[in-house]
């Protein structure tokens, strides 16, 4: 069997259906999958049991198929929770305590697009550094003969279980009525947060695109995107409404959308939900990554918190959350990940959290991130194509030898009065700028600065 390589990622597996990825690859990686972790583990693959979810792709029925069919034939036993979110397969690994997890999804690809998720016990996440090379070369070498088999199925509906874990990080109690526009972008968010939402009757939610709909028919899951979320933010400006929030496509990611239709940025998001869960429970670490804006920081140590910086991407973050004990980590790119959920990265939680947290203060979301809005300036990631990535980075240092520079994900320049991070795509031939200033009119020049050297 051929197999494109590249579609192991730095994260996941994936790649447009069938041509990159059909069921054959899906039976080998399953198999390969279940020889990882008895290896891992020293183990026979036979005492293994493995979680199984999958999203609502019009592939993802018969991918997960095979992929279950893959485990099986090397001896693992399978638990299939049917369709769900992302984050309700890694709880199920966690909770369960599984020995591992495949969740079927291509998160906010198109609609062309599958993949996979796995992860390991306590739902830790394989990468490229860690798993995602070696189950790729399992995949290649190929299999000479059928597998032992053996391995049993079960299937179990976790929702409501799921449901009332989840309930249980927020005083829903002290919510009050709040007008909500929800954009479920035809993924899962819909049957795995509307029925939460529901049980809290203060709160009125309008919702849009919130059947699932593997050919979304409006917009593509993505809401990073500024033309996909074009909807929700003239939703939000035409009802009235005080409060926006879009999921992608797997429902492990939200977006907020303030009272007047502006969208808020991921680490100011991180900042706010930090604030909140140190209410709660003082003196905790808080996670943030080296692009996010200085509101953070201040925001966590005014709070009474530690906050500790760490690389970009799930898999780093989980695991330095494991290795301190940090309550609470915040991605720029939305991803928000929880201690007391298993460390596992969560669109349900961020959604409760900011209802309570409205209610609680008694400011609208715009009141709350308008403090920042007026203090930090942040250019958002910007990406310029480059071939010889290593050569503009080491022209940075150069350049900016005055500064503080780092280097724990990428390069990292910090001045008193600004600071910037460059980083390379994992992916694509990309360098990614993220600056920020303590005035528009620096942030700006400090940016065109930047890029006239990236771009050069």
């Not at 002290?174 to 909500?180: L, N």
């Not at 980590?329 to 209802?355: K, N, Q, W």
Request: net charge negative; proline share 4%.
């Amino acid at each position: 069997m051929s197999v494109d390589q590249s579609i192991f990622k730095a994260y996941d597996v994936r790649g447009t259906y069938p041509d990159q990825m059909n069921e054959d690859v899906a039976f080998a990686i399953g198999r390969s999958f279940a020889r990882y972790l008895a290896e891992l583990y020293e183990v026979s693959a036979s005492e293994l049991k493995v979680g199984l979810g999958r999203d609502m792709r019009l592939s993802a029925p018969a991918m997960a198929a095979r992929y279950r069919d893959g485990l099986i034939e090397e001896g693992a036993s399978v638990l299939d929770v049917g369709m769900v979110g992302t984050e309700m397969l890694y709880w199920t690994v966690n909770h369960r305590a599984l020995d591992g997890g495949i969740m079927v999804t291509a998160s906010h690809n198109p609609a062309a697009y599958t993949g996979a998720k796995m992860v390991k016990r306590k739902a830790l996440p394989l990468s490229g550094d860690s798993g995602i090379a070696e189950i790729r070369d399992l995949v290649l070498a190929g299999f000479d003969a059928p597998g032992p088999g053996g391995g049993e199925i079960a299937t179990d509906d976790i929702s409501a279980e799921f449901e009332t874990h989840a309930l249980g990080f927020v005083d829903y109690e002290a919510i009050q009525h709040i007008k909500v526009v929800g954009d479920g972008g035809n993924g899962m968010a819909g049957p795995m947060i509307g029925p939460i939402i529901e049980r809290i009757s203060p709160v009125e939610m309008e919702t849009f695109y919130w059947t699932p709909n593997g050919e979304f028919p409006d917009h593509e899951p993505n809401p990073l995107l500024e033309e996909n979320r074009r909807f929700i933010i003239d939703k939000v400006k035409s009802t009235g409404a005080q409060l926006g929030i879009a999921w992608d496509g797997d429902a492990d990611r939200c977006f907020f959308i303030d009272e007047n239709g502006e969208f808020v940025d991921g680490d100011f998001l991180t900042a706010l939900l930090a604030e909140s869960i140190l209410q709660k429970h003082p003196g905790q670490t808080i996670l943030y990554d080296v692009r996010a804006s200085r509101a953070v920081a201040d925001t966590v140590t005014a709070a009474g918190g530690t906050p500790m910086i760490n690389r970009v991407g799930h898999a780093f973050f989980k695991a330095r959350m494991h290795e301190t004990g940090a309550i609470f980590g915040g991605e720029v790119s939305g991803h928000y990940y929880f201690r007391d959920f298993g460390c596992i990265d969560s669109g349900t939680l961020p959604a409760l959290l900011m209802l309570e947290l409205i209610s609680k203060r008694g400011q609208s979301l715009g009141e709350m991130v308008g403090e920042f809005r007026s203090k930090y300036f942040i250019t958002g990631e910007i990406n310029s194509t480059v071939d010889d990535q290593q050569a503009v980075i080491d022209e940075i240092e150069r350049r900016y030898a005055d500064g503080e520079i780092t280097k724990l994900d990428g390069i990292s320049v910090d001045y008193p009065d600004w600071h910037f991070n460059v980083r390379s795509s994992n992916t694509e031939p990309l360098l990614r700028l993220n600056l920020e200033a303590f005035s528009q009119a620096e942030m700006e020049a400090k940016r065109d600065e930047l890029l006239a050297l990236i771009r050069a």
